[in-house]
């Protein structure tokens, strides 16, 4: 319980606890050169003032009790999800699947895993989805299938096989390394050649050299998109142009925005969105794109794809590799952040993200999750997040504040990529107790863990046993607590929403940065029109005082006073209008 529940003029600004209001299309008037179908891409820009909602099926709801999350669980929810008032939900992947790794290796990209449920109660879950006036964005892996898709099975069969060079093929390997751990190349026994894996040993990477695959690609594409789902996170899609001659030397870097990568997300845009983008969202995940090349991606009159995710500022905390572990300073994050802000602000658009699957909880990592200060410090994140220019993205339980699990051994891991780690590095003789806390601190698990429904026993997600292990905490942090407690999490994240969805300055307002060199404060205006709002938020568990006018019209805080001055407690977030 928040001992301070926010009074009713800050948890609730003009309009935001109303239902979520259906996503116009009328409030783009950022100045634009783009001769051709510019007025139709300035009314298409609906994504602007809306925020997506990441599902991790997996992990979300298991109306079944096997304990796995479905689709079925996902529709027993989507009112939660209304009333929390996001406009778009991303489904990280659900087709069939080994589940090597949860589903980003996939064997069919037209079905539903069976784990998941079927292509019917898909339809009924996108049909719940749009009733309530919400999207869906579904996950597109195409950089790599699993090895049991049946074109791999095909290719990998003869070397004279039709489908042989689908994939990468070569006598010898390169120097590449996995992201996974060890060699990109798996010897196979079938042809005596090696294959090419970024990821997993199961996760061969696609030849988007061979025009046969990007159009088998892009007709699956229209199938979904004629079934009714309004767009695409794109899964390392910066990773596709391979760097001719695959030269040695790091695999991230050389594969980081091949040459072709433009051209081939500019054909994909006219084989696959042409004449219906108006209506979807395309976010592309590339992990290593820089500022430069997201204005690129993102600039409306090239036509490639609306947003990227982009990855710097998840990488301030790690010497190099991310399980070398440093301390982060929140001036380094301000200025990743504020450069992105100010690089996108005349051409293209940010996706605003802490949280997603792969990334530890944000507040265990980002904020302070001891008792004192969980629920301040998840408020202050997400308010100096989501009041920025651009797309923001919650995942499952960010809403709620969970935080990072208490893994106990390596036996409670499940992903791969720290599984794989931790054998690597124990056979190079590394110190277990020191892997584990790197595990501990930035594994991938830490956002997979159960959502917390309630207190009960699995905390509501499943009454079977579920597949990872539901924290603890699910007693304290949980879903059904949070919406009763108008001080929640829960409670502000709506606030948030409903700032972006009634506040034009907000989706639309210009960002400028405010003490960049304060070691402890995050601050920013936007402006539109004549209206400023100023974002303040003391990112540390000490009060500190800062030397700006603080004066203004209160629309949120997660203090239940406003001293208007320049004095902020532990982790005190403030929003106001002037
Ligand atoms: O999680 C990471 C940090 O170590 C990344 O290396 C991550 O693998 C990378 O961001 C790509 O992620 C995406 O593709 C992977 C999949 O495992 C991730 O879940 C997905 O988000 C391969 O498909």
Known sequence: MDPHPLP???????????????????????????????????????????????????????????????????????????????????????????????????????????????LNDFDALLAGVHERGMKLVMDLVVNHTSDEHPWFEESRASKDSPKRDWYWWRAE????????????????????????????????????????????IYAMMRLWL???????????????????????????????????????????????????????????????????????????????????????????????????????????????????????????????????????????????????????????????????????????????????????SIEDFRDIESLNHYAEAIAAGEDPGRVLTALRTKGRDNARTPMQWDASEHAGFTTGEPWLAVNPNHAEINAQAAVADPGSVFHHFRALIGLRHSLPVVADGDFTPLLADDPHVYAYTRALDGTELLVLANCSSETVIVELDARGEPLLSNYDDDPQDGTLRAWEARVLRR
Request: proline letters at 7%; hydrophobic letters at 35%.
């Open 173 to 216: 390997p390169n120097d590449w390394r996995s992201f996974f751990s060890g060699s990109a190349w798996e010897a196979d026994q079938a042809t005596r050649e090696f294959y090419l894996h970024l990821f997993s040993v199961k996760q061969p990477d696609l030849n988007w050299e061979n025009p046969a695959v990007r159009e088998a």
């Open 226 to 408: 004629d079934r009714g789902v309004d767009g695409f996170r794109m899964d390392v899609i910066n990773l596709i142009s391979k760097p001719p001659g695959l030269p040695d030397g790091d695999s991230a870097a050389l594969n980081n925005c091949g040459p072709r990568i433009h051209e081939f997300l500019q054909e994909m845009h006219r084989e696959v969105f042409a004449g219906r983008d108006a209506q979807l969202l395309t976010v592309g995940e590339m992990p290593g794109v820089t500022v430069e090349e997201a204005t690129l991606f993102t600039d409306p009159a090239r036509a490639e794809i609306d947003m990227v995710f982009q990855f710097e500022h998840v990488q301030l905390d790690q010497n190099g590799r991310k399980w070398d572990l440093r301390a982060l300073d929140l001036r380094e994050l301000k200025a990743v952040m504020n450069r992105w802000q100010l690089g996108l602000a005349e051409r293209g658009w940010n996706s605003l993200y802490w949280n997603n699957h792969d990334q530890p909880r944000a507040v265990s990592r980002f904020g302070d999750d001891s008792p004192e200060h969980r629920v301040r410090s998840a408020k202050a994140l997400a308010t100096v997040l989501h009041l920025q220019r651009g797309t923001p993205y919650v995942y499952q339980g960010e809403e709620l504040g969970m935080t990072n699990a208490p893994f106990a």
């Open 8 to 118: 009713a003029q800050f948890a609730d600004p003009a309009g935001a606890l109303a239902p979520p209001r259906a996503i116009a299309g009328d409030r783009c008037p950022d100045p634009d050169t783009t001769p051709v179908s510019h007025t139709e891409r300035m009314s298409s820009q609906w994504w602007k003032p809306a925020v997506v909602y990441q599902i991790y099926p997996r992990s979300f709801a298991d109306s079944d009790g096997d304990g796995i999350g479905d689709l079925g669980g996902i529709v027993q929810r989507l009112d939660y999800l209304q009333q929390l008032g996001v406009d778009v939900l991303w489904l990280s992947p659900i087709y069939p699947s080994p589940q090597d790794d949860n589903g980003y290796d996939i064997s069919d990209y037209q079905d539903v895993d069976p784990t998941f449920g079927s």
